[in-house]
């Protein structure tokens, strides 16, 4: 996109992030953009191609709020710009406060906002009309959450990649939670099987640009312990198990919270998560994300590799967010269509602590690309696989190119 280009030129934006993964969805040739990270073997071998890739070396991983007050990180930030853009993936109080004393000018959305958006409990108040699309659900204190003797979900306000969300099955399993959070708000809804889907959507100027509908790889072991945890993307299988009127009824619901946000004042990417009844065929709103989700930067690089079949309009999801947080002046773009492509993530588990060198040497030689983290918290990211094609044949079960990725990871 030339005006990004033109505009980072006058505007040098410098994205700090703990995992550099997050901030690679833009062309890192593309002069005034800069990376702030963490040293690690892949952010090295980046660090190597790209002057503009900068690397803080502690004893252990900092995050984003350690990197922003880093002494080093001053010193680069300052040398190149009297009031310097800053890029996050997550913004915080923390960081808006360490922005706000250094003068520099932060891009994200207020905190406040997306906090307001995204928890669960003060979600409610905010979402107005958008109620309906949700499943049916209560706000109650623990202890007075009744066993119905049926499955329900059990959210509490603050959540990510599914820690904050609790499948109830049966009466015992519900009174340990009463008994162990008498007193906390929680959000209970009807438990709906089915696969889920999710996008991600930028708000520009008002304008709202819906993103690729990809099925949500969920709580498969042996990737995480964590029953409803985020795992993956797969941008293939939506066309082959989604209906013109799923896709149809997916869209409507994306637009909705997409108008809501935009009558909020929020910019930039943000993403939903719709689950499909599988008896009914109904889709319904799980998730608002009201931030960069993770997969925007893999998905870009999907659409970088069909951005010679589309028009000058055409842009990827990572350049709209950029241009949205810019102020640059809309112009008719659309987010780059793509049908195929995937990711999954092997999370840290209590079993898998570490990849061995001849698990990536496997997957290398498929021609699967790796991004391998160096995490020690359980559930956090260990291992990205990236796929130019779909890994999934159905929900919950692997294609063929699915499972070579199991059997390079011995884990089958």
């Not at 809501?260 to 719709?274: C, E, L, N, R, T």
């Not at 709209?320 to 008719?332: D, P, T, V």
């Not at 092997?346 to 021609?367: D, E, P, S």
Request: include cysteine; hydrophobic fraction near 40%.
């Amino acid at each position: 996109m030339k005006e990004l280009k033109k505009a980072l030129i006058l505007n040098p934006v410098f994205y700090v992030a703990r995992d550099i993964e997050r901030a690679l969805g833009l062309d890192l040739a593309i002069p005034n953009y800069y990376i702030i990270s963490n040293y690690t073997e892949y952010g090295k071998s980046l660090a190597k191609k790209h002057k503009n890739i900068f690397l803080i070396k502690e004893k252990k991983l900092l995050d984003t709020w350690e990197l922003l007050s880093h002494p080093i990180a001053n010193k680069i930030i300052d040398g190149k710009h009297a009031r310097p853009n800053i890029l996050v993936f997550k913004n915080t109080l923390q960081i808006e406060k360490i922005c706000q004393e250094n003068d520099w000018n932060l891009l994200n959305p207020p905190s406040e906002l997306a906090d307001k958006i995204e928890q669960k409990i003060s979600q409610v108040k905010w979402a107005g009309a958008l109620k309906k699309y949700f499943p049916s659900y209560q706000i109650k204190q623990c202890q007075d959450i009744k066993w119905q003797g049926e499955k329900i979900i059990i959210q509490f306000n603050q959540s990510h990649t599914g820690s904050g969300t609790i499948l109830i099955t049966d009466k015992k399993q519900l009174e340990e939670i009463k008994t162990k959070f008498p007193k906390r708000l929680a959000r209970t809804a009807k438990y709906i099987v089915g696969p889920l889907f999710t996008n991600n959507n930028v708000v520009w100027n008002k304008n709202i640009l819906l993103g690729n509908i990809n099925y949500q790889i969920t709580g498969l072991k042996p990737f995480t312990d964590v029953e409803f945890a985020t795992i993956g993307n797969d941008w293939a299988l939506p066309h082959k198990i989604l209906n013109k009127n799923q896709i149809a009824q997916y869209k409507k619901i994306a637009l909705a919270v997409g108008k809501k946000m935009s009558d909020s004042y929020w910019k930039g990417a943000f993403g939903i998560d719709v689950v499909m009844d599988q008896k009914t065929k109904r889709m319904y709103l799980l998730e608002i994300n009201a931030r960069q989700p993770a997969s925007v930067t893999y998905e870009s690089i999907l659409q970088k590799n069909h951005s010679l079949l589309h028009t000058a309009h055409s842009i990827t999801t990572f350049e709209a967010h950029m241009a949205s947080l810019l102020k640059l002046k809309y112009n008719k773009e659309k987010l780059i269509e793509i049908k195929d492509g995937a990711q999954i993530i092997q999370r840290v588990t209590n079993k898998i602590l570490n990849i061995k060198l001849k698990i990536l040497n496997k997957l290398k030689i498929l021609n699967f690309k790796t991004i391998k983290y160096e995490n020690k918290k359980i559930n956090a990211d260990l291992l990205r696989i990236q796929s130019i094609d779909g890994i999934m044949v159905r929900h919950n079960r692997f294609n063929e190119i699915g499972n070579k990725i199991m059997k390079s990871l011995e884990l089958t």
